[in-house]
């Protein structure tokens, strides 16, 4: 168990599902969330990941969670294994705690220590299908009110890990793509590419949007640290007709 | 009226909408409430009911305002009747306050006590058109800040009430279609079917999704407390081209 | 520079923006005003504009913005020009102070002085694609804790202004088109309307929803302060095949 607790002090919960917002059921657990530690404050990630997609809820974990002062409890809930022996996690980066289950969800952003929530209350008795509300938030609140991770763990696990590498050579992937249709690559920042070949195309690396003509396709150093294909004021996504997993190839 | 008046202890108001967000009415209502209680902690349930959809705003709210801790304020406005005689409506449930429309969308989640919002100050004067941030928001922050409900009701009524009954015997219905596709039942929990006819097909009765292969259907009680209906990792309604009202057959 | 900093004081940083939340920029924003003011109290507004609609959300800021109590520190982020010689802002309007990009966004909500933000530690060094989390919630979560303008400004700017003008006569057009299909126009409140033409039909006046039947289109003073074209209970947009731009006439 780690010697040093901190999390919690400032209260800050974040929450992240796919659970939609328009059944209740993300407000549910937010509300349970306050029922658990009243002086929570709950700040929405998103509950707009596609239904079932970890890897989706995974990257948008990872560009948010790092933002948030050290100490905040982070409840995420993409949790297609529901009901099943899935394991259940608390995991911790630089402080702050990630709570969800088991299926990589956590893993993008938080790659320290791992306990399996493994220790609760009998009379939870959590709903086979919303751990989200009877498991996870619960413990999340309480983690946030100053639980001890020992409280539901009896110990540290190697937890599932997804998500994608650097591209070694020059062979990569589009790993996300986001609202703007921004193709999100596994070049990492480093990497030399002059241009990104995608398709029959060969798009050129610039700074930014603005170095290009409003409608051109750019690549550049994308907020993420990964390099971006975008179209300037449009949709890469749609002019080329990509989606996550497409192939591309680096030009030096 | 009640002698006790704990709400707004713990400052939590959870607002409900069909408004969407990207029009900016949800957030003049949140910013209404901030300015009638400096310290509200506002906390969206949802603003993307269908528009003047009350029943699945009432499904909603029945699904997470009971998780919130008593004392809450719950603001909730689906109201195609804005403007008209249909009455606004304080309504207690456990120590906690909703208002909102007499329209239904409240008593699904609270039971109790009901008065009319029949006496605000002339000087309000609500837009016929946003009674959500003109008065509704209003009262829910005041509650909140600690205000009496005699403060602005001259006493109790009736309230309507919408919804659906229990099934009696093995007739049933959806009573509603979740993101995710599920289908939730007016089967409540102690109903003894082994499965559910819909359609033409049977639905066997098991426990959570991972009893059944990907993509099979299966049906279960449901976190609401209700039997549902669901495809493992797929949607029961569009793989039976299922909306709200369809008719259900238990078998035993 | 003001005199007077009355900002912050209720801690409450409302945020707004086109990023959507599935990808987890708008999270990262969050996460950022949190880490520069550890006791912000963050409300979103909406990350649903759409992608480059300066103007939609600049419409949405002035429904909500005049809401909230004064002090209150208002971020938004809607900003297809990052990374180019576009000026970042904050202008000040009754107390309260909005943070985002020089295009127009900010400036119908709040008409006050405006100041350029050109005064940031070098070591900030803001992605040329993400200013809003790099640049402007670092400068508004500061603002919220109790920065002064002066510690991120050299001094007064001519903000850029877009938006409409209120029809003098009696020709007008759609400048907004809202969830429900509702049509704001630039017709003011004063104007004297009895009726409007737009394509081949006349819509009467009448003061609310329930004026008319259902499914009946009607014009009415809206609760934005401009007239508006509304079906009750229906969409006037799908009905008339209206977007933003339609040209109208008042008919008195």
Redesign the interface.
């Known amino acids: 168990m780690p010697t040093c607790n901190n999390w919690g002090v400032?209260g800050?919960v974040?929450v992240?599902s796919d659970?939609?917002?328009?059944?209740?059921?993300?407000?549910?657990?937010?509300?349970?969330l306050?029922?658990e530690h009243?002086a929570a404050?709950?700040?929405?990630?998103?509950?707009?990941?596609?239904?079932?997609d970890v890897l989706?809820g995974a990257?948008?974990?990872?560009?948010?969670?790092?933002?948030?002062?050290s100490g905040?409890v982070h409840l995420a809930v993409v949790d297609?294994?529901?009901?099943?022996?899935r394991r259940a996690l608390v995991v911790e980066e630089k402080g702050s705690l990630f709570v969800g289950p088991d299926n990589g969800l956590l893993t993008l952003a938080a790659r320290g220590d791992a306990w399996a929530i493994d220790r609760i209350p009998p009379e939870w008795d959590p709903?086979?299908?919303?751990h989200g509300?009877?498991l996870f938030a619960r413990v999340a609140g309480r983690l946030a009110a100053g639980a001890a991770i020992g409280d539901f763990s009896t110990g540290k696990v190697d937890p599932i890990r997804i998500g994608w590498d650097a591209a070694k050579g020059d062979e990569g992937e589009v790993v996300?793509v986001?609202?703007?249709g921004n193709l999100i690559t596994n070049f990492a920042a480093a990497h030399p590419a002059q241009a990104i070949a995608i398709g029959g195309t060969v798009v050129p690396r610039v700074?930014?949007?603005?170095d290009v003509a409003r409608g051109e396709l750019l690549a550049?150093l994308?907020?993420a640290g990964w390099l971006?294909i975008a179209v300037r004021?449009g949709s890469a996504s749609e002019r080329l007709r990509i989606v996550r997993g497409a192939k591309l190839r680096a030009r030096r």
Chains 1, 2, 3 share one sequence.
């Open positions: 400032n800050i974040t992240l659970f939609g917002t328009r059944d209740g059921y993300a407000g549910a657990m937010k509300g349970v306050c029922r009243a404050r709950v700040v929405d990630l998103t509950h707009e990941i596609d239904p079932g989706g990257f948008a974990l990872a560009q948010a969670a790092p933002c948030f002062p905040t297609p294994g529901v009901g099943s022996a709903h086979p299908t919303f509300r009877d996300h986001d609202r703007f700074r930014t949007y603005s550049y994308g907020s971006e004021d």
